[in-house]
């Protein structure tokens, strides 16, 4: 999936992994040099949100098929169902 870590540009270079938890869906993202961030899939309307951590969760719709989500530097863009407001 692309993702992009600081500034750098977006590639498709990081994995994700979905994993059914006691609050929901866990989706973990696994960057190539072994950094990963988890985020919790919820269901009202927000997208995701920062499974564990401090930091907060920017969640940005790219369109009817996807958001960007950026976390603590990096950024990930993610297939979603957007629905119309």
Do not use: W
């Not at 977006?10 to 961030?37: N, V, Y």
């Not at 949100?49 to 969640?59: F, N, P």
């Amino acid at each position: 999936m692309a993702c992009a870590q600081g500034g750098a540009a977006f590639a498709s270079t990081c994995t994700i992994e979905q994993a059914q938890g006691k609050d929901g869906l866990i989706l973990t993202i696994r960057h190539p040099d072994g950094a990963f961030r988890r985020l919790l899939v919820t269901q009202d309307g927000r997208g995701v949100i920062a499974a564990d951590g401090a930091e907060v969760a920017k969640v940005t719709i790219l369109g009817g098929d996807g958001i960007e989500v950026a976390l603590g530097g990096n950024r990930y863009h993610l297939p979603a169902t957007v629905k119309a407001s």
